[in-house]
Structures are given as structure tokens and as C-alpha cells.
């Protein structure tokens, strides 16, 4: 394409360069050493080329494809292009993908006689009066032949299915794939498999239930069921995620009677017309659809037939059969996919529940197999080194290729472990907004030569950089990391293109003179090398003996703060040297944030002293989930939630544990800096409490003047607005129980629009909702004012559903050593509960009997003061029901006992009562 329409004007289309063609010249010459510029064809005879093959006369189409096709940088793809584009249904495209089946060991298995034939045959198109090169014939109309004749023969619809058909044959899969297949169905566990079939058999029963009429709710537990599968130790909702989870469930959700009419149709269309449908779908378009939702409602209609497909799930795929992942969403290719899908059932006998299952680990074993080290560095090797110098002196494709596994095993699996535990250690839990991914991070070994054959193929050292994702790698400072023939360093930079950032964080300095005397004492103290000059290749030591000097410092236009080891230093190292840079990074990491607009000093305070050695240890999801007798899925679900929107709400009967496990997770989400705060509604509970109202405050003269006062919503937003790179959480306990629209007020429209600013009424001031700031609240689901809650605030929260559950009271009752006999207690009452017609929402929760204080004489306690009461409301209008409930009777009539031992029990915390509602 370059060669085509000419640099200038190529970079000018795609690359959104702006200038004149020698200063497009002048920076191609500084990124390659060797300047290397195409003209382009001549737009005349390219435009003569288009409008004859243009024309209605198939002679004038040949010509004009042999004009287009002579012309520097078109060749056979941009030739069928033009032809295809021109005259869709008589030319398809000729490109690697759709040559290769055709090809002597391509999949069609076409001879080099039948490729001659098809040759003369497309000879046979045009007059003896054209004047058709011998190559125009060959390499295009040749291929065209061949692709008309499988087209008429096959009875494909039109060419682009035809090229869709063609290009998932036109690769063969990987030597190891059998291995590897093997491998991933050797990993499926009986457990994991009965959990989806359970789920599964729900979600049909659920669907042909309320064909066509499923309620928000309904559709809502549908996709907690898709996505039911084994997490840890127990049931996780993360088999899809995040499909059916989040923004995209959530649209399907507010299009319910669309998204019921296509479940219906999905549900119901004979098979035959399955890909038409589909094909529909994808055109019209489905809010929140994609490939995943319609694909979902296939396999749980027929599992044997379909499959659930994935951008990710068709990549396995393709990698142990042949074929090449789909370029379009059309119902042909959705069914190539299940025959691939059914093809490694049959071959491997595989129950259908598991296809995804096996299809995630072939894809990731895929990966592991170049990035083994990824999770895991275990420090740089000597040979390391000695690579890159060898590298230096023999730099040729020839060469590389000898030594390719070389590369591998010492450079690039250590560099990209090094990135992957920097990543998850420091850049993660430092700034989410920081960039990981090893697609944007990290660097390279192949130079762009732009064509130049003599220039050396490989760069000599490979580096990686954390940058924000607000802007790009050059116009952000850099916290990299570098490897090179002789060295390793590793530091923060700002390049010449970070004018910006830089110009913010000069302001800055001039700005907090003790802020940034702290930060550069800690800096000079670390020990680290200052270093500045016109560009980033020529930097020079610089000498920083004071504010000023460093004010001075920041100005140049790039600069760099550093450290500098030598091989023998970075191989003593091994392992530790993740850990040094990590906290070096630490240490340079306020810097960056320096670079910020509105930065207040205290977050930057906070941020310096986040690297003090006594930092206390970080909550992660495995010790929330152990904590509180939950799966790690459940938390990685809610984690999922929260991307999307800001707002969730755990609901579900009393006692199964909704407030304690809100304050666990709170206490997670703001641990880096952030802050809880704590409040319950109740119907006098007001908007002047929560947001801002007045107040009467005493005057001189002793009359009552009345000023604004900020409410704990409002506090906690302007806290959270100045350390913006911190969570802070506000729960709300028995949400339902206040008047919510009247407390809430424009909080309706500010919670789903973090974006946008509202006056406030009492003090007339701009109001927005930061989006550090997180809605956590709790509801007990009998309680019947959940019905009459605001439908308007119900659509700005996503909702977690709490149950009673017998696996986190036998998980509690082992940790605890009490009677497993008591789960069963439990799980025989609630059984006996819905045989007496009490609803789901009512049912009596798990954390009752959760105490410490756990005895026979307890046990009573409980029945009578907590599980009576809640039963004679549930029966009031039947108390003949309440007497079968009473402990003894209870005990007799199901057979069961509860034996405890006589040692006292060891002193381990519970649900208290106030967080088990």
C-alpha cells in the first residue's frame, strides 16, 4: 500500500501525519538511519485501471486488472479487490488465506494439471483482442477461476461467505496440537463437570418456563446460570466473564422485550435455518448480544449441536484443527465453529459442558508455552547478556533463526516475567490506570527497517515501560526497565514527545517547594543518577544539590532518574532483583504523580509514605474469601460488577451474612489509601443528613443564623476528590428501609453520569460524584418495600444475590469445630420450611447459628429468641404450621441430634448479631 499511493500520502491517511513530504523524508531518516521513500504509482494510469474494470465489458475488466496489477505495490490482493468491490458477484478476493487451500499441500488438494486448467479456462473469458499479461492471468484470473468454480459448486450464498469458508482452511495446526488436546480433557474434574449440568438443566427449565416472557430477573439469574461453574473450592459465576456479566448484560437487560424475542426465535427456528437467523441478528444488531449471548441460548437449547462461541473459544479452536478464526459474526461461520467443536468432542469424548473449559486451556497452554516464565521470574542469567552481545555482531535473520530458542529461554521469558510480576506487585495495586499490557509495554527484538534490506533486523537490547493509559508510551513519563549488551537500568523518563506531562509537573515544582523538597530528598537519598539533555539518547549526569537545581532539572526537555548494573550485579541479584525494582519504582512513583493536574500534596504524602517499610500487608481475594467462607469466584464476580457500574447492592434473607461480607469487601477496595464510612437508613433518614442541609448555628446576639452543612455522602466525595488515585466506599446498611428518592435527590442522575456536575440546592455549588468513590449497600430480600424500590435507582446498582448456604456453615463449623450435625440441622429446616410454602427470600440464614458460643444450651437459645419469632411472623395467619417447628418436635420428627463436645470452644471470631442481617 506505501508503494501504491506514495508515503506522504499514505502516512497522511493512516498514520495522521502532518507536514511536507522532505519532513517526512527527514523522520524516516531518523528512525531508520537510512532514508527509504516511496513516490507512489502514477494516480493516472491507477485511475484509468479502476474505471475499466468498472465497465460492464469483461474484456475492459481484464485490462484494467492487467493495468492495476503492473502498477508498484498493487499485485494480486489490491487487483481482486477492485474487481470484487466492482462486481461482487462474479470476482472473490485472492489473497494468501484464500490461495491456500488450492496450493499443492493445500486442504482441497488441487493438482498442478487442475490449476493449469482453471488457468486456460480463465483465458477463455476474454477476446483475442486483449492484450492480457501472461502474469495478470496467472496470478489473479487463475485463482479466480478456481474460486468461481468451488462457488457454483458448493452453492455458496455470495463471495464473502465463500472467502470466510476458504480462510478457516487455510492453516494447519500446530505439531504438539494432539498433545495438547490430550492434555486439556486429561484436566476436566467430575465435580466442576456435575456443577454446569446442574446450572445447565436450571437454565433450560428457566427459558421454557417463560419462553418469550422472561422478567428482568429472571434474566438476570439466566446469565448468573451460564456462568456457573467450579471456582476454588466451591461454585464461582466466572465461566463466560465477562460475557453475560456487567455493561453488555446489563443492555440486554434494559431491552428485555427484544432480547425475549430473540431468545424465543433462537429457541424455536428449525436447525436449517439457524445461520439465517443468525445472520439476521448480527445485521440488525442486539444491544449486549455479541457472539457469546445468542450462541448461549443455542447450546443450552442443544448442546450435542452448538456450542458457546468467543473470539477466544474460536482461537483454541484453530489450533489444533485447521482453519483460521472468522473475520465476520455470520451464521456460516457460527456453525463451522460448532463442527470444529464437535469434531474435538468426538475425537477426545468430552461431555458438552466442558468444551470452553477445554478450549481455555489450549489457548493458554498455547501461551505458556512461549511465555512459561511469565508468572514466575526467577532472575536473568549471565547468557542473558552474552546473547545480546553476540547479537551485536552477527545481527541477520539467519543467525537469529539458529539462536531463536536461545532468545527465548534467556532474554524474552525473563523480561516478560519480569513485567508480568512488576505489573501484578507494583503497577496494579499502585495506579489501575497504569499500562500492563505486554502488547503496549514492552518492546520489540525486530526492528522496522521500512524495507531496507541492509539495514540489521534486530534491535541489540529489549526494554519494557509502565505509562498511564491516558496517554501514549512517548507522551507520558516512563517507569522502564532496559537490558542491553553490557547493562541493566531501570528509572523513570520523559521523553521529548512528553512536553505536556512535563509542563504540569514544572508548574508543580514551582508550586510545592516543601512538597518537592521531600520528594527529592527521598529521591537523592535512594541513591539514584539524574541525568538530563536535548533528547533521550543524549542525556548527561546532572548535578542536584537543591530545589532549584531540581526545578532546573525538570525544565530540560527530556531527563531521566536511574540506576545503572552491571551483568555480574543483575545475575548476583537472581530473583531479589524483581523486589529492588519494585521498590525503587515505589520510590519514583509520586514523581509521576507530580505530572498530574490538580495533584493534591497529600496524596503525594500519602503516596511516599505507602513505601515505608512497615506498610501493613495487603487483603487480597484468596484471604477475603477465606475470611469469609466464600468462593474467590464470588469476589472476582463482584470485582467484575464494579467495573461497570460504581454501585452494588447485597441482598438476600436475614442472617446470611450481607453487612459482615460488605465490610470485608469495603475494607478491600479501599485499602490503598482509601476510606469506609458506615450508614444505616431508616424512615426519618433525610436528604439534609445525607448530601448537605442547614443547620442552625448560634449567632453573636444569640439568635439562630443557619449555615450549610455537608452531609457523610458529600464529605466523603470532596475526601476522595483529593487522593483520586484511592477508593473510598460509602456502605449503606438496610438501603431500602430510608426513602430513597428523596435522600438520594440528583444523586439519580450523578451516580450514572460520574462525568457530569449538578448545582446543589442549599449551597448552590457544583456537585459531581468522583469516580474513586464506590455505593456498597445491604437489603434484606423479605422485606416487601423491595418491590416499591425506585425502579430508576434499581437500574444504577447491580445486585448480589446472598442466599442461605450449607457449604459456608460446614466450612465454618470445620474451622470452628462444632457439629457438622448442625449444617444439617440447617439445611432439614429450610428444606421443611419450603415444603410449608415459605418463599426462597424468607427462608432462615446460615450466619444464625455462626457464633462462637455454639452449645446444646446455645442451640436452644437460638431456636427459641432468633428462629421461633422469625417463624410466628412467617405463620401468623397459620400457627396450626409453627408447632411442627419447635426444637423437640423438629428434632424428633426428622431423626436428627446435635452433639457437642464438653471443652470449651477456642476463641475465634464469627458473625457478630449486627452483621448478620
Known sequence: MPKLLGSLAYKTHFANFQGTKEDLKAEMSGESGVKHFYEGADMDVCSEAIRLIASDSVDDQGRGASLMFHLDGAGSAITSGFLHLLHPGHYGLVNSPTRAPFQNDGLLN??????????????????????????????????????????????????????????????????DSDDRLRKAVSEIELENTQIRRAAETKARHLIKNNLGSLSAVQLSELFTLINTCKAGKGVGYVRFSPAFVGHNANQLIDNLDETNEWIEKLWTTAD?????????????????????????????????????????????????????????????????????????????????????????????????????????????????????????????????????????????????????????????????????????????????TFGNKEAAPYNTFLWF????????????????????????????????DAGEVRGTLVQTVRNQELLVESVLNSLKSAGFEFRSGEDIKSLRQAEINSVADFASFVQATAFELRRKLSPQEVVERGVSLKNDIAEDFQLLYPLLRMATPDVSPGEVVKLQEATDDNETEKITIGQLAEKTHLEEGFFEKLDLCLKDKRQLIFVGPPGTGKTFVAKQYANYLAQYGGDVRTVQFHPSYAYEDFIEGLRPVPSKTGAATFEVEAGIFKRLCDDARASPKSTYVLLIDEINRGNIPRIFGELMFLLEHRDEKTELPYSKKPFSIPKNVVVLGTMNSSDRSIALMDLALRRRFHFMQMEPRKEVLLAWIEENHKPKSVAEIFDRLNVSLRDAGVEEDRLVGHAHFMSVHLDEDFMSLIWEATIMPLLKEYFFAEPEKLKQFELEQFMSATGLTATFDEEEPEDVDGLDTEDNQ
Open 110 to 175: 488441487v493438482s498442478s494439471a487442475q490449476r493449469k486448467t482453471a488457468r486456460d479456462r480463465a483465458a477463455t473469458w476474454f477476446s483475442e483482442t486483449v492484450d492480457l499479461s501472461s502474469d495478470t492471468l496467472g496470478k489473479v484470473f487463475r485463482w479466480e477461476a478456481l474460486l468461481r468454480e468451488v462457488f457454483e459448486i458448493c452453492g455458496f450464498e455470495d463471495y464473502p461467505t465463500l472467502d470466510q469458508f476458504l480462510w478457516t482452511l487455510s492453516t494447519e495446526p500446530a505439531p
Open 272 to 448: 436449517e435455518d439457524i445461520s439465517t437467523l443468525l445472520s439476521h441478528l448480527w445485521t440488525k444488531g442486539l444491544a449486549g448480544a455479541g457472539q457469546s449471548f445468542p450462541s448461549a441460548i443455542l447450546y443450552l437449547r442443544n448442546p450435542e449441536e452448538y456450542a458457546v462461541w468467543t473470539s477466544n473459544l474460536e482461537k483454541a479452536l484453530y489450533s489444533v484443527l485447521s482453519g483460521t478464526p472468522a473475520k465476520f459474526k455470520t451464521g456460516f461461520n457460527y456453525l463451522q465453529y460448532c463442527k470444529g467443536v464437535r469434531q474435538l468432542r468426538e475425537k477426545e469424548n468430552f461431555p458438552p459442558e466442558m468444551h470452553d473449559f477445554v478450549l481455555s486451556l489450549l489457548i493458554s497452554k498455547k501461551k505458556s508455552d512461549s511465555e512459561q516464565a511469565t508468572s514466575e521470574f526467577a532472575g536473568f542469567s549471565g547468557d542473558a547478556f552474552k546473547f545480546l552481545s553476540d547479537l551485536e555482531r552477527n545481527n541477520s535473520v539467519s543467525w537469529f533463526g539458529d539462536n531463536k530458542q536461545r532468545y527465548e529461554q534467556t532474554v524474552s521469558q525473563p523480561i516478560r516475567a519480569l513485567l508480568a510480576d512488576l505489573s501484578k506487585d507494583f503497577a496494579t495495586p499502585r495506579d489501575p490506570e497504569l499500562e500492563t499490557s505486554p502488547k503496549k509495554c514492552l518492546a520489540r527484538i525486530n526492528r522496522n
Open 465 to 496: 515501560a509502565f505509562f498511564r493509559k491516558q496517554f501514549s508510551r512517548t507522551t507520558d513519563g516512563q517507569l522502564f526497565v532496559i537490558i542491553s549488551p553490557d547493562r541493566l537500568k531501570y528509572g523513570l523518563c520523559f521523553g521529548e
